[in-house]
Every structure is written in C-alpha cells, then in structure tokens.
C-alpha cells in the first residue's frame, strides 16, 4: 500500500443540519477508495469537500499535510451530471484542465491524444457533445479528469446517469484505464456491486448524517467476476452492513 | 439531405403562396369597398414606384427616408448593447448589485418609450431624441436576457474550471460568456424589433423631415392611405430582413448547439 496522501477529518453542517459526522479516514497513494452510502446521505457533499470546492463547517481535508485547494493541489473532478461543454468540441473539452493549469502546447498536445486513446475515442475530437451518446460524455468526463494527471482523482457517481448496461462497460472500462495509468482515486457510489467491482477499499456511509460505518479491504483479483463466490459473499456482507439498523 | 432540401422547397412555397393568398384578399376587400381608405395592393405598388421615383411630397425619396431611419435604429440599437450587455453581465455576476437597485431599474422597465417623448422633446435636441427613444426599446430586453442568462449559467460547467483552480476571471471568459452568448444574441434579436417598433415614435418628435415613420405620419396628414400602407410595409420588410441575417448569423456562430430552434 502506497504512502497516505489525503487526510480527512470532517464534519460538516448545512443550515444547521448535520450532514456529515466524524468522518475521519485517509486515502493512500494509488488506491481505489470507494466511499458508498444510501442516496441522500450526502455523498455530493463529501465529494465536493473532498476537492476542496466546499469548506467544512468543522475539520479539514489536507492533502501532503496543506488544506487541500483546486488551486494548488492537481485535483480532477468526475461529476454525477452531465458536465460535456456543450460550445467545445471534445478535444478542446478533454484539454481543459491543462489549457486552465497553462501546460505547454506540447505537453496539451500529448496528453490529450494520450487520454482520448486511453478512452476509446479517437475519430471524435470534432465533435459537439450534442452530437455523441450518454455513455462517450461520460468517457470525455474521465479523459478531461485524466489529461491533467492529477495526483488526485475524485469521482461523484459518475455512472449513476447511464442505462445498466452501459454502467457495466463503463466499470470495465475505467478499471482498464485505472490498471493502465494507476491514480489516487476516490470514487462515489450508492451502488454496492459497482463498489465492490472497483474497489481496493470501501468505506461505507450511514444514512443522514452521515457516519462510517464499516471498511473492507478487497482482495479480489481483477479482472473481477460479478458471480464468482468470493465477490457475492463481499456484496453481501456489505449490503448487510448497509441494511443494519441504528 | 435530400429531405431537408424538399422540406425547405415547401416551406419557400407555402410562404409564397400566404403572400399571394393575402395579398389577393387585400384586392377583393378593396374592390368590394371602393374607397380611398382602402387602397388595393395595386395602388399601393404605384405609390410605392412614386415615392421612389419622384420622392414624397417635398420631394424626398424613399431611398433618403429608409437610410435616416437605419442610421437611427442603427444608433440607438448599438447604444442598447453597448450598454446592456456589459450591464447585464455584471449585475448577473454580482446580483447583489442587481437586487439592491432593482427598486429604480425595474419601474422603468415598464413605462414604454411613447410616454417619454415629453421628457425627451425638454431634455434633448436633433438626433440624440431619435436614438433615446429608440435606445429606451431596444435597451431592456437586452439587458434583462443578458442579466438572467447569466443566473443560468450550469453551475457544472463553473465547477468543472473551478477544480482545475481557474480564477474568476478565466470562469467569466471562458465559462459564462460563451454560455450567455446565445441568449444575448436572442435579446438582441428582440431588441432589434423594438427598436423598429419605436421608430415612428422616435421621428415625431425628432424635428427632421426625414425618416420613414417621418413619411407616415406626413402622409397621415393628408389622409393618403396608399402611401402610409408603403410606409408600413417598408418597416415590416427592412425588420423581417434584418431578423432572417440574424438568425443565420446565429446558425452560423451557435453550430454548437442542437437544433438551433430559433424560428
């Protein structure tokens, strides 16, 4: 396991109302960290915290010991919406991020012809995001995420848009980018199956407010089977944790 | 394509057919009545020969009278959007700003340009009187759609440059520019029409002789309907021209949107 890299140490209150409670827990290098939690447990809120776009109203996020802030830390951020530039085509969109972090035009250059191959969507840095599929929009999101090559990565339920089937290849898909470019990943989901397909860890979240509730290391090897025992006996003992009553 | 194709071809064709359509109705409701006040679209086409030819009853052609009134709208439309684009763009960037004097700007959004031309006859002289009122149609719808375009900008976007650690000033450019572009360009196509709408309000007070609603009202004078109608349609064609160069300048610039549902 690679060194720690974020620390969190949060709570955090919205209009007087708790959201979050003693979340504390830290992110090592190079980990998929999958933080799941029933839906409105305040994920989106975590997420955000997480990349620094929110302050919490009581403890803080560091990243190497500083407060974690887009504007020094290299954060990327996969959102739950979808978040295509609609006046950009899709390599002007992938290439956001190092046009915003000034890269040299090589450097954008590389890069971006990098990602869109490692996305699988070579043929289509002309086109308008009107123009593509539910699922190619999200694969911009996770090529604009990856063209900065952040030591970061966060990911709020970024399938939580698609149809089932297209969520499944996604899932393949972004491992397969994970296992070519390994990062820092701190993904969200109330989807325990999707958790424990991706996951090197889990943490799971309590309804509102939310509390830790557990931590699994999984072990499975990858590519990882959806039926194969050891990975439904993982899905449920989660899903039972999930089910407990307070 | 070919389809497309087709589709225009008919809608080119069911427009002509309207205007002939209208425009045969016009000759029989005027044969059937037989008055002055009522001339048919022929006697209208050789007012409208007249008035290009030999010029109005002081000799003025209509040529002059479309030109004085282009420069007006011209002036006063540009005012509106030299104006309430940046204006807009602020107070939406900064509603606080919006909100805290929305007592005074609102009002006045409501008293149409017609009920200022008292003020504007004491106020001002000669050419700034056309572009003030024309200015005063022109400028509100600008400025409101520039204003609530902005509050609609999709907060996504803003994140997504934010969490690359954007500064503000690369969110405004590259973020919520581009994305009230389209709407500014819709309150400028509106703008545009009131601005035609006021021109006639405008060259009654302006004091020069020239101008088409100038021409219309010489000729409400004197009660010649013939000429009054060529008036009227010079208006409703040089407006309905100036909307379909926008609209394809529209098409052309917004390529980015879907099916630009502009018409």
């Not at chain 1, 089977?225 to 407990?244: A, G, H, W, Y």
């Not at chain 2, 690369?170 to 500014?184: E, H």
């Given at each position: 396991m690679g060194k720690e890299l974020v620390d969190v140490n949060i709570s955090h209150k919205f209009n007087g109302m708790s959201i979050l409670e003693d979340i504390n827990f830290k992110v090592n290098e190079n980990e998929f960290l999958v933080i799941v939690g029933p839906t409105g447990c305040g994920k989106t809120t975590m997420a955000n915290l997480l990349a620094g776009l929110v302050k919490p109203t009581d403890g803080g996020v560091t990243m190497n010991g500083e407060v974690i802030s887009p504007k020094i830390h290299n954060i990327s951020f996969v959102f739950q919406e979808p978040s295509c530039i609609p006046w950009r085509t899709l390599w002007d969109d992938i290439v956001i991020g190092l046009e915003i972090k000034k890269a040299d035009p090589q450097t954008v250059d590389q890069r971006g012809k990098k990602v869109i191959q490692l996305v699988g969507l070579e043929g289509y840095e002309d086109y308008f995001p009107w123009q593509i599929s539910g699922g190619m929009k999200q694969r911009v999101a996770i090529a604009r995420a990856y063209a900065t090559d952040p030591d970061f990565l966060l990911m709020d339920e970024?399938?939580?848009?698609?149809?089932a089937q297209t969520r499944y290849l996604m899932q393949i898909e972004i491992m397969r980018v994970w296992e070519k470019e390994k990062k820092t990943v701190v993904f969200i989901t109330n989807n325990i199956e999707e958790a424990v397909y991706l996951a090197t860890r889990i943490i799971v979240l309590s309804k509102l407010p939310a509390r830790i509730k557990g931590e699994y290391h999984i072990n499975i090897?990858?590519?990882?089977?959806?039926?194969s025992p050891e990975f439904l006996n993982m899905r449920l003992e989660i899903t039972k944790q999930c089910e407990v009553v307070e | 394509m070919a389809f497309r194709y087709q589709e225009q071809m008919k809608t080119i064709f069911y427009n002509i057919v309207s205007l002939i359509g209208v425009a045969v109705l016009w000759s029989l409701f005027s044969w059937w009545q037989n008055s002055p006040f009522f001339p048919s679209p022929r006697a209208i086409w050789v007012a409208f020969v007249g008035l290009v030819s030999k010029g109005d009853v002081e000799g003025i052609g209509l040529g002059l009278h479309i030109w004085k009134s282009l420069v007006r709208i011209f002036a006063g439309f540009s005012a509106a959007c030299v104006l309430g684009i940046p204006l807009g763009l602020l107070m939406g960037l900064y509603p606080k700003l919006y909100n805290r004097t929305r007592s005074v700007i609102e009002p006045v959004r409501?008293?149409?340009?017609?009920?200022?031309i008292p003020v504007a006859i004491v106020l001002l002289v000669g050419f700034s009187r056309y572009a003030f009122l024309i200015w005063l149609g022109a400028f509100f719808p600008i400025f409101i759609t520039t204003l609530l375009s902005v509050t609609r900008v999709n907060p996504v976007h803003i994140n997504v440059a934010k969490v690359f650690g954007a500064s503000r000033l690369y969110i405004v450019r590259k973020i919520v520019f581009p994305s009230v572009l389209p709407d500014i360009a819709t309150g400028m196509r509106v703008g545009l029409g009131i601005a035609w709408m006021c021109i006639v309000a405008a060259e009654m007070i302006g004091g020069e002789m020239v101008g088409i609603g100038r021409l219309i009202l010489k000729y409400a004078e004197l009660i010649r309907m013939a000429e009054i109608i060529v008036g009227m349609l010079v208006i409703g064609i040089i407006g309905f021209i100036m909307n379909e160069i926008f609209i394809i300048v529209e098409r052309r610039i917004f390529r980015w949107r879907s099916q630009v549902s502009i018409d």
């Amino acid at each position: 396991m690679g060194k720690e890299l974020v620390d969190v140490n949060i709570s955090h209150k919205f209009n007087g109302m708790s959201i979050l409670e003693d979340i504390n827990f830290k992110v090592n290098e190079n980990e998929f960290l999958v933080i799941v939690g029933p839906t409105g447990c305040g994920k989106t809120t975590m997420a955000n915290l997480l990349a620094g776009l929110v302050k919490p109203t009581d403890g803080g996020v560091t990243m190497n010991g500083e407060v974690i802030s887009p504007k020094i830390h290299n954060i990327s951020f996969v959102f739950q919406e979808p978040s295509c530039i609609p006046w950009r085509t899709l390599w002007d969109d992938i290439v956001i991020g190092l046009e915003i972090k000034k890269a040299d035009p090589q450097t954008v250059d590389q890069r971006g012809k990098k990602v869109i191959q490692l996305v699988g969507l070579e043929g289509y840095e002309d086109y308008f995001p009107w123009q593509i599929s539910g699922g190619m929009k999200q694969r911009v999101a996770i090529a604009r995420a990856y063209a900065t090559d952040p030591d970061f990565l966060l990911m709020d339920e970024p399938f939580g848009h698609l149809d089932a089937q297209t969520r499944y290849l996604m899932q393949i898909e972004i491992m397969r980018v994970w296992e070519k470019e390994k990062k820092t990943v701190v993904f969200i989901t109330n989807n325990i199956e999707e958790a424990v397909y991706l996951a090197t860890r889990i943490i799971v979240l309590s309804k509102l407010p939310a509390r830790i509730k557990g931590e699994y290391h999984i072990n499975i090897n990858r590519p990882r089977d959806l039926t194969s025992p050891e990975f439904l006996n993982m899905r449920l003992e989660i899903t039972k944790q999930c089910e407990v009553v307070e | 394509m070919a389809f497309r194709y087709q589709e225009q071809m008919k809608t080119i064709f069911y427009n002509i057919v309207s205007l002939i359509g209208v425009a045969v109705l016009w000759s029989l409701f005027s044969w059937w009545q037989n008055s002055p006040f009522f001339p048919s679209p022929r006697a209208i086409w050789v007012a409208f020969v007249g008035l290009v030819s030999k010029g109005d009853v002081e000799g003025i052609g209509l040529g002059l009278h479309i030109w004085k009134s282009l420069v007006r709208i011209f002036a006063g439309f540009s005012a509106a959007c030299v104006l309430g684009i940046p204006l807009g763009l602020l107070m939406g960037l900064y509603p606080k700003l919006y909100n805290r004097t929305r007592s005074v700007i609102e009002p006045v959004r409501f008293i149409p340009p017609i009920a200022w031309i008292p003020v504007a006859i004491v106020l001002l002289v000669g050419f700034s009187r056309y572009a003030f009122l024309i200015w005063l149609g022109a400028f509100f719808p600008i400025f409101i759609t520039t204003l609530l375009s902005v509050t609609r900008v999709n907060p996504v976007h803003i994140n997504v440059a934010k969490v690359f650690g954007a500064s503000r000033l690369y969110i405004v450019r590259k973020i919520v520019f581009p994305s009230v572009l389209p709407d500014i360009a819709t309150g400028m196509r509106v703008g545009l029409g009131i601005a035609w709408m006021c021109i006639v309000a405008a060259e009654m007070i302006g004091g020069e002789m020239v101008g088409i609603g100038r021409l219309i009202l010489k000729y409400a004078e004197l009660i010649r309907m013939a000429e009054i109608i060529v008036g009227m349609l010079v208006i409703g064609i040089i407006g309905f021209i100036m909307n379909e160069i926008f609209i394809i300048v529209e098409r052309r610039i917004f390529r980015w949107r879907s099916q630009v549902s502009i018409d």
